[in-house]
């Protein structure tokens, strides 16, 4: 068994980069008078950024990504707003609608909560439009987006690891890791000795700083603590004993690492299968659709060994997460189907990449 680094390490956090003694500090918790620079998501998603812009202009060179060079950039950034925004939405409207439609607020102000599928159809729509408005087939743009979906997965989910989120089901595996225990909104979970159960919340106040306060919470996901339910309270002298006296952080039970396996699945795995479709790929969409069912596929695989987020549970024996993931996979079904009764042959497509053909007509200078 192994201990997550939060219940291991008092001074662990996902800050990959801080100031604070007169020197840098790596993974580290900052104080108040500290300056933390970014976290392990922040790292990730400037990763994946800079990653997508070098392979899209190095495809358009090669000529297989076929639009004029000045919208590589362009299409990226749209790419980008679709995740953001399509990924918020997809948190609220799969996850937890009630929190954040109850105050529209919370969709901005609130910065946790992504959910990758909310990010897939997120940029589906908007590049529907941005196809429109560029004149490019729409399945062609969604053929360059989804490598770095899979190029992404595997430093989101190292991400979620790193700071305790998304963990697995109970299990005796030798690599079985406890985990701090998550409540809504992946805030932390303390328990007194009593068995009564809290969630901390963090509330900025109007100087700029943040205070903390447990409100009263109910575990769903199974027991309670008295009932000898899958969680443990930490002793007295673990990290979060200085913060609140009455009442002791709470960690899991051994569980998987499902956040990498989900790294490896839909990360690397997939990234692999994608690239030797794409290197072979004759006709638009049919990336996209390789795409759509395998990521389908291999979620709906590694959900089983993921614990459902907090008041979700099951529907027909399935997770919320293989659901849609399911639902992906007949949405591929049909796009090969729709792929190869309507082909469109990439190299069809104009570009204004030199030594291509049909070249786009540059237009005459000023």
Not at 115 to 133: N, R
Not at 262 to 285: F, N, P, T
Not at 294 to 301: A, D, F, S
Not at 305 to 312: C, K, S, V
């Amino acid at each position: 068994m192994i201990d997550h680094p939060y219940i291991s390490d008092p001074e662990f956090s996902t800050t990959v980069v801080s100031w604070f003694d007169g020197g840098l500090h790596f993974f580290k918790r900052v104080p108040d008078d500290g300056i933390a620079f970014f976290n392990v998501f922040h790292l990730a998603y400037s990763i994946i950024f800079g990653v997508a812009l070098w392979w899209c202009h190095r495809w358009w060179r090669k000529g297989t990504f076929r639009l004029r060079r000045r919208l590589v950039l362009d299409s990226v950034l749209v790419a980008v707003i679709g995740i953001v925004v399509g990924g918020r939405l997809g948190e609220a409207i799969f996850y937890q609608p009630e929190y954040f439609f109850s105050q529209p607020s919370r969709l901005v102000l609130n910065a946790s909560g992504f959910t990758i599928h909310g990010m897939i159809m997120g940029v589906i729509l908007l590049f529907k439009l941005w196809s429109w408005w560029i004149k490019r087939p729409w399945f062609h743009l969604l053929d360059q987006s989804v490598i770095f979906v899979a190029f992404g997965t595997p430093l989101g989910r190292i991400a979620n690891f790193l700071s305790g989120d998304l963990w697995g089901r109970e299990t005796d595996v030798p690599w079985a890791v406890r985990f701090p225990m998550r409540g809504p909104l992946f805030r932390k979970v303390m328990a007194n000795q009593q068995g009564e159960t809290f969630v901390v919340v963090s509330t900025e106040t109007p100087d700029g700083m943040y205070t903390n306060h447990l409100e009263a919470w109910k575990l769903d996901q199974g027991a309670t603590v008295l009932e000898g339910a899958p969680f443990e309270i930490m002793p007295v002298g673990t990290a979060d004993s200085r913060t609140f006296e009455m009442v002791q952080m709470m960690v899991t039970t051994p569980r998987h690492p499902s956040q990498l396996y989900q790294a490896i699945a839909e990360g690397l795995v997939l990234l692999v299968i994608l690239l030797v479709v794409r290197h072979k790929a004759k006709y638009v969409g049919q990336l996209s659709a390789w795409f759509l069912v395998c990521y389908g596929l291999l979620r709906t695989i590694t959900e089983q060994f993921r614990q459902p987020e907090p008041g979700l549970g099951y529907l027909f024996d399935l997770t919320r997460g293989q659901l849609l993931s399911l639902s992906m996979v007949v949405g591929g079904l049909v796009l090969f189907w729709f792929t190869y009764r309507r082909k469109l042959r990439i190299d069809s497509i104009a570009t204004d990449a030199p030594g291509f053909e049909p070249q786009i007509e540059k237009p005459e200078p000023a």
